[in-house]
């Protein structure tokens, strides 16, 4: 073997072994190592948030243009309904939305009392397919801070990760390595929730530790319980789609989460109510 | 390829790549997998590179994957890594230099390329979520449902990438030099 291979080989030997290392050491929740993101992360985030925009564009420009028959017939048969309407029974509808949306608001409200919420948007999702996360576009520098909750209207999403100075990592609740405490709405009853393995790209959760005696069926709606502080109770989780037994007798149900992560646009971040939360 | 300053060149292409990932709507999901730009890049000029460019530029395409993309650092640094070298070594073994190896060398390195990350991602979430099993319905099944159609897609990548990726690779050749015999 030449000097100029054994070199080259021995290079290679110690890049390996460095990156095994820093994979291994990031592997580890409360790893220093996360601390590089923010310092490379933060610069790279002013270009990801221009191209995430131009990409949103773009996607709306295309959905557009496929839905373009469909949304003209529809135009054209909502104007035709619109002529024949009264005045009278438009205001009531109107008054009906209004009072269903104050209705959801009050309900989200007393959920999250303790909370603020800062609103973010979603400016890169995960490519790979094998980590369920995505990039928001606040940070540190707004008060989001490793642990913090974010939901939108229709329930939970997940838990930040990784804070940087002006972007922030969520890891999705349907993720492998998370784990909460959930009440089934209907009759309280503790179980346990977890993400499962996406390989079938179903995203479902995996209710376990059911009591022999709790009641679980198809249609019943999951929400957060009081976990160490971690997640505001009552949030939705989502809706039991399966019960079933495991092979050592012990009862599961599989979920589907409330939230679509593959078309979140916009998420909303908790953060604790003593936080103060600077302008941009 | 002699000139190694193409080596800054590339990797500037690598974080526009990186970037223009984010540009991809949802609606190019195929089988449920996204198409990735930078892999089939990476692999592409690497299979015309020398092993030690080649390290160099898939260590650097790798970990500036992994602070955009990835969740531990260094996971797609070692990938890429290695199989940038066994495409810069692979190509000249099997082929003695022709212009259009890479369409016989990369398609077997990317389905190997699905399969080693496939494997690697499902060791790191056991390892990190501490439970369940490597491969929940049977490797049969995974093989179908994400390493198959994962390398689907990275060869349409591959299709619409070359053309334009080699004659810009031979425009960036240096020209040889014209000699006078006297």
Known sequence: MSKKSKIFLFVLIILSVLMAVFVAISANADSQLHGFYKVIGTPVYYVQKAFSSVGNAIGQRIT??????????EIDSLREENEHLSSLEDENARLERENEELRALLEMEET???????????????VTGWFNEFTIDVGTARGVQNGYV????????????????????VRCIID????????ISHNDELVRVRGTSNENYEGLLRVDRIA???EIQEGDTLVTAESGDVYPRGLTIGTVVRVGVDVDGTRFAEVEPSVHFSTLISVNVLLPQGESVPQE | MHDRKHVVYYCISVLILAVLQALLPQSVRMLGTMPQLLPVFVLLIASRMEKEEAMVFGILSGI????VYGRYLGFYGLLYMFFAVGAAMAGPVLLREKKWWPCVVLPPLLFLYCMVESFFARVLALYASKTGTLYAYGYGNHLVTRILPQTLYHLIVLAFMIIPVLWILKKLEPKPMIRYDV
């Open chain 1, 176 to 183: 492998e390595q998370n784990v909460l405490m959930a009440r």
């Open chain 1, 112 to 126: 999250i009392r303790d909370y603020k919420i800062l609103r973010a948007n979603v400016i890169t999702q995960d």
């Open chain 2, 64 to 67: 500036f994957f992994d602070i």
């Open chain 1, 64 to 73: 557009i243009l496929q839905d373009y028959k469909k949304i003209q017939a």
């Open chain 1, 212 to 214: 022999p005696d709790a």
């Open chain 1, 150 to 169: 974010v939901i939108t209207s229709r329930g939970l999403v997940g838990i930040v990760y990784n804070a940087g100075l002006v972007s922030s990592k």
